[in-house]
C-alpha cells in the first residue's frame, strides 16, 4: 500500500498543479501561509493563509494523491496552490506520525499524541471543552444542538430543527460565487441533520420539515450564487428525503396529494416537477384521484382570456397545464394525451411535443403531420428550430431529401446566415442538387442586403457584405469574397482574415486593410487593443520588408511614437516587439 513518503514529491505536486499553480504554491510555502499542518488517519489537513483562510485535506487513494480545497479553484475539484502549499510543507516537515509506522526523526506531537490525550481524560473534561469549542463555532454548534434535539427523552425537538433550518437557509444579504461555499456547507449540515432525524424514527416530522426546507430554497435561490450547481444539489438531496420520508411513514394518500399538488404548482424552480410520477406508488388510485380532483379544480378558477392575453406566458398556467397532461399520460392513451396538449397550441414547442409522442409510438406519418402543421402555423416565427430540425430528420429517414431541403430555405429566406447556408448546402447535396440552390442562395442574400440598405433609415441600420463574405470564404473563394467586401463593406474582423489571406500574392492590398486599423486601436487606451495594433505592425513590417519600402515603415513607426509618445504601455510593447529601441 503506497504512503506518502512513496507518493508526495515536487515533480507529483508541479504534475498534479501545473508549472503556475505549483510556482505560486512555492511562494505560499516560503511565506509561511500553511498553518496547523497535521496528518491522522491517512489525511494531511493544514489551514493556508491567502486572501482568506483555506482549508486543506490531502489524501490517498490507490497510489494517486487526492486534496480538497475551500477556495474557489478547489471547489471545482482542482489542485490549487493552497494545495501545492499543504505538499511542500509536509515534504519540508512531516508531522512525527506516519500512516506506514515509520516514525520522522523530527520531534513534536502529533494528531496521534492528541487521541491519546483526549482518551485520558474525564468525560467532564471532554464535554466542557466540546462546549467551549461550540460557543465559538455556529455551524458545529448547530449540529450538536440536532443531534440532541433529536435524541430527548421526551422525543425529538422539531422547533430546534425548524429554527436550524431556518438559520442556515434564509438569506439577508447576497452570497457571492466565493461566499456561496461556506453558505451550501452549512446548508448540507442542517440537512445531514434532517437525515439523522429519519434514521432516528420521526418520518412524518420529516416530511414537513423537509417541505418547509424547500420554501427555504426558494426563497435562497434568488440570493446565492450557485454557479457550481451544489445548492441545486442539496436540494435534490432535500427531495429524495421528502420521499425516503413518505415511503416510511405512509401518509393518507389524499393528503399527501394535496402536498404535493401544493408544492408543485406554486414552486418558481421547478421542485417536484415530476411529484405524480415520483410518488405513484404511494398516491395510488385514491391519492391520484384528489390530485385530479386539485388540478381540475384549479384549471376551473383560471380566468378565461382572450387570444391576445393567452398567447403571453402565465407561469400558473403553464404549471396547471403541465400537471393535468402528467395525469393524462398516466392514466389515459395517446389520443387522450394529444387531445389535451392540443387544447394550447399557442408555441412551436406543443407541436413538436405532439410530433415526438407520436414518433416514439412509431406513428411516423402522425408525427411529421403534426409538426408540418406547426411549421406552417408559425411560417414566420423564429422559434422553429427545433421543430424544423425534427422534420428534417424525419424526411430524411423516408429520403424525402427535397421536403427537407424546403424546410432549410424556409428558415433561410427569413433570416439568411452562414450556418443556414451550411446547412441548405448540407440538404441540397443529398437531393444532387446544390448547384441551383447555391445560385438561388447567394441570389436571396443580394436581394436581401439590397432591401435592407434601402430600407434603412439611417447608415448604422445598413446592411454590409458581411454574410457573402463568409459564404465565400467558407468556400475558399477568396476572390469572391474580395470583391464583396470591396464593392459592400464587411465587419473589421473579415477585413483582416481577407488581409491575411491575401498577404502573399496581394501585399499592397493587405497593407492597406492593415495600416488604417492600427490608430483606432491604439486610440482605445486598453492594453489588448495595444497589443492587438503592435502585432498589425509586425504584420505591415513584414510586407513593407517584402515590397522593399523598409524606410517607410521606419517613418511610419517614428510617427507613431512620436504621437502616442504619452502612452506608456503602448511604447513598452513597441519596445518589445522590438520596433523601436
Not at 406566458?313 to 396538449?341: C, H, P, W
Not at 440598405?453 to 473563394?477: C, K, M, N
Request: charged residues 25%; glycine residues 4%.
Amino acid at each position: 500500500m503506497a504512503t506518502f513518503s512513496d507518493i508526495l514529491d515536487d515533480d507529483r505536486l508541479r504534475g498534479l498543479a501545473g508549472d503556475r499553480y505549483f510556482e505560486r504554491g512555492v511562494g505560499y510555502f516560503e511565506q509561511g501561509r500553511v498553518r496547523s499542518l497535521a496528518e491522522y488517519d491517512d489525511c494531511i489537513t493544514a489551514e493556508v493563509q491567502g486572501t482568506e483562510s483555506y482549508q486543506v485535506q490531502l489524501w490517498l487513494q490507490g497510489d494517486r494523491l487526492m486534496s480538497r480545497c475551500t477556495c474557489p479553484l478547489g471547489v471545482d475539484d482542482l489542485f490549487c496552490k493552497h494545495c501545492v502549499a499543504v505538499g511542500l510543507a509536509w515534504i519540508d516537515e512531516p508531522p512525527p506520525h506516519r500512516p506506514d509506522g515509520k516514525p520522522s526523526a523530527k520531534a513534536g506531537t502529533t494528531m496521534r499524541d492528541v487521541h491519546d490525550y483526549l482518551a485520558r481524560q474525564q468525560p467532564e473534561t471532554l464535554v466542557q471543552m466540546i462546549l467551549e469549542r461550540a460557543m465559538e463555532d455556529a455551524r458545529w454548534r448547530e449540529q450538536l444542538l440536532m443531534k440532541t434535539a433529536a435524541d430527548q427523552a421526551t422525543g425529538a425537538d422539531i422547533g430546534t430543527f425548524r429554527r436550524a433550518l431556518k438559520n442556515a437557509i434564509a438569506v439577508d444579504d447576497y452570497v457571492d460565487y466565493y461566499a456561496a461555499d461556506s453558505y451550501i456547507d452549512g446548508v448540507e449540515t442542517v440537512v445531514d441533520g434532517l437525515e439523522d432525524l429519519l434514521e432516528a424514527g420521526y418520518a412524518s416530522d420529516v416530511i414537513t420539515l423537509s417541505e418547509e426546507a424547500i420554501t427555504l430554497l426558494e426563497g435562497a435561490f434568488d440570493a446565492v450564487d450557485d454557479s457550481s450547481g451544489y445548492l441545486s444539489l442539496v436540494a435534490n438531496q432535500v427531495q429524495a428525503l421528502h420521499y425516503r420520508a413518505c415511503e416510511t411513514a405512509r401518509p393518507d394518500p389524499r393528503a399527501l396529494a394535496e402536498r404535493l399538488f401544493h408544492l408543485e404548482l406554486n414552486s418558481g424552480f421547478g421542485f417536484f416537477h415530476s411529484a405524480l410520477e415520483t410518488y405513484a406508488n404511494l398516491l395510488g388510485d385514491e391519492g391520484l384521484e384528489s390530485y385530479q380532483q386539485l388540478v381540475d379544480t384549479a384549471w376551473k378558477t383560471l380566468a378565461e382570456t382572450d387570444l391576445e392575453e393567452h398567447s403571453r406566458f402565465n407561469y400558473r398556467r403553464s404549471q396547471l397545464r403541465r400537471m393535468q397532461e402528467a395525469l393524462v399520460a398516466k392514466t389515459g392513451s395517446l389520443e387522450d394525451l394529444v387531445a389535451t396538449i392540443a387544447e394550447d397550441l399557442s408555441r412551436p414547442s406543443r407541436y413538436l411535443q405532439i410530433a415526438q409522442l407520436y414518433q416514439e409510438a412509431r406513428q411516423t406519418d402522425n408525427a411529421i403531420a403534426w409538426a408540418e402543421r406547426g411549421l406552417e402555423a408559425f411560417r414566420d416565427h423564429y422559434r422553429t428550430g427545433q421543430l424544423g430540425d425534427f422534420l428534417i430528420t424525419a424526411y430524411e429517414q423516408q429520403s424525402r431529401f427535397d421536403d427537407a431541403i424546403a424546410v432549410v430555405w424556409q428558415d433561410f429566406a427569413r433570416q439568411p446566415s452562414l450556418p443556414l447556408y451550411q446547412r441548405l448546402k448540407q440538404q441540397a447535396e443529398k437531393a444532387h442538387d446544390w448547384p441551383e440552390w447555391r445560385a438561388q442562395a447567394l441570389s436571396h442574400v443580394r436581394q436581401w442586403v439590397d432591401r435592407s440598405q434601402q430600407a434603412a433609415t439611417s447608415p448604422y441600420a445598413r446592411l454590409d457584405h458581411s454574410l457573402l463574405v463568409e459564404i465565400f470564404l467558407s468556400e475558399g473563394e477568396t476572390e469572391p469574397a474580395w470583391q464583396a467586401a470591396q464593392t459592400g463593406g464587411c465587419h473589421p474582423r473579415l477585413w483582416m482574415q481577407l488581409a491575411d489571406i491575401r498577404a502573399d500574392d496581394h501585399p499592397e492590398e493587405s497593407l492597406a486593410v492593415y495600416q488604417p486599423a492600427i490608430e483606432p486601436l491604439i486610440n482605445q487606451t486598453k492594453n489588448d487593443a495595444y497589443r492587438e495594433a503592435v502585432d498589425l505592425l509586425i504584420k505591415v513590417e513584414d510586407l513593407m520588408v517584402a515590397l522593399d519600402r523598409v524606410d517607410e515603415f521606419d517613418q511610419f513607426v517614428d510617427n507613431l511614437s512620436t504621437t502616442y509618445k504619452r502612452k506608456r504601455n503602448f511604447i513598452k510593447y513597441l519596445q518589445q516587439a522590438e520596433l523601436i529601441a
